[in-house]
């Protein structure tokens, strides 16, 4: 609904979508319930949503859009949430029935799982969402359903009888001139300096913007069970870290946990890193795993982790069956403190580049826009 880049993952890929499909002489607008006071990089449309409630806008939104499709042709209406018609559905934040049915995929406490069970069973624009994927992907005219990974691609099969013609699979692509690691070379030298980060320490770079969901308890209590003084984890984020100190300071690592706050400037963070470490329960395609390859960080994840589909396990770093396996996660961290495993490491993750590139990933959509 939002056409700003500021706000999340799907907004930032559909605004940047916007530009490089301009970029290759398409006339693309954006449809959205707003825009930034900057503007759109190509010809906005606003569909104003100013309802009361979330569910309310949400509504709105979809009747302005119907209205709006009914009066203007589009060769491909691409919708990056569930809307009632539209040529490719590309839900960014996974499948919206599995959301409702199993939201408990984000934390490990079985309290926190049934009450996000729940939460999602009446959360009212949750079901909404819900109830409109529904209907777009079992009614007459089938888009498209583009899935940020095989992991996703997965939770679709569950709720829906797809053919595969309608399936189609399309990691995140990567900016390489933004990510290149020869291009700032002391950028990571200034995060170092500025954390009293020693340049003999070695660094397992995080990257979150939900703590809990994204494994950083697990992280720490890996690093404790480590036990390495030469080992540093440097956590980037907006999220309060105020129990997480709490509990570096219980595991005795209090000073081998680095706190960065957030940052404008991922870049510099990746040069000051070694490796990337996101133990997450749930994640469709994470954009800063690909990053992390893209600098050529070996990265430790996991199989809930859809970006884990670009790398090789073993040879880009190491993916774990159990993010609540802290000894596993002890381990990959422990492997990962040999200088020539990480080099060797980082070598094949810089021959991942090309493969990660934006553009690589616009031919790719370009070959699926016509299946629709």
């Known amino acids: 609904m939002h056409a700003d880049p500021t706000r999340g993952g799907a907004e930032r890929y559909t605004w940047d979508l916007a530009a490089a499909l301009r970029g290759r002489g398409h006339d693309v607008s954006l449809l959205a319930s707003s825009f930034p006071g900057a503007g759109a990089p190509v010809g906005g449309v606003l569909l104003p949503a100013r309802e009361g409630t979330r569910a309310g806008r949400y509504r709105q939104f979809l009747d302005q859009l119907d209205s709006h499709l009914r009066d203007h042709h589009y060769d491909i209406v691409h919708a990056m949430l569930p809307v009632r018609r539209c040529d490719v559905y590309h839900p960014h934040a996974g499948i919206a029935a599995e959301t409702v049915a199993a939201g408990h995929l984000k934390h490990d406490c079985r309290v926190a799982q049934a009450i996000a069970r729940a939460a999602g069973r009446f959360n009212r624009r949750r079901r909404m969402f819900a109830a409109v994927e529904r209907e777009l992907l079992t009614g007459p005219n089938l888009p498209v359903t583009l899935c940020l990974s095989g992991y996703i691609k997965g939770f679709v099969r569950k709720h829906y009888d797809l053919p595969p013609d309608k399936l189609a699979t399309l990691l995140n692509g990567v900016d390489l001139p933004a990510f290149d690691p020869s291009a700032r070379l002391t950028a990571g030298d200034d995060v170092r300096r500025r954390f009293s980060i020693a ?174």
């Open 199 to 372: 340049n003999n320490r070695i660094v397992a770079l995080m990257i979150a913007q939900d703590f809990a969901r994204k494994g950083l308890r697990e992280a720490i209590m890996s690093v404790a069970r480590v036990g390495d003084p030469r080992l540093v984890l440097l956590v980037v984020g907006k999220q309060d870290p105020t129990p997480y100190r709490k509990l570096a300071r219980r595991e005795g690592v209090a000073d081998g946990v680095v706190f960065a706050g957030p940052t404008t400037d991922p870049y510099a963070f990746y040069r000051a890193a070694d490796f990337f470490v996101l133990p997450t329960r749930h994640d469709p395609c994470s954009l800063v795993v690909l990053e992390a390859l893209a600098m050529g960080l070996p990265v430790i994840s996991t199989v809930f982790n859809g970006a884990c589909e670009a790398m090789a396990n073993r040879t880009h770093g190491l993916v774990l069956s159990d993010p609540a396996d802290v000894s596993a996660l002890a381990a990959a961290i422990q492997a990962m403190l040999d200088d020539d495993r990480r080099s060797a490491m980082s070598r094949a993750c810089i021959q991942l580049r090309p493969a990660l590139s934006c553009e690589h990933h616009v031919d790719e959509l370009l070959r699926i826009y016509p299946r629709r």
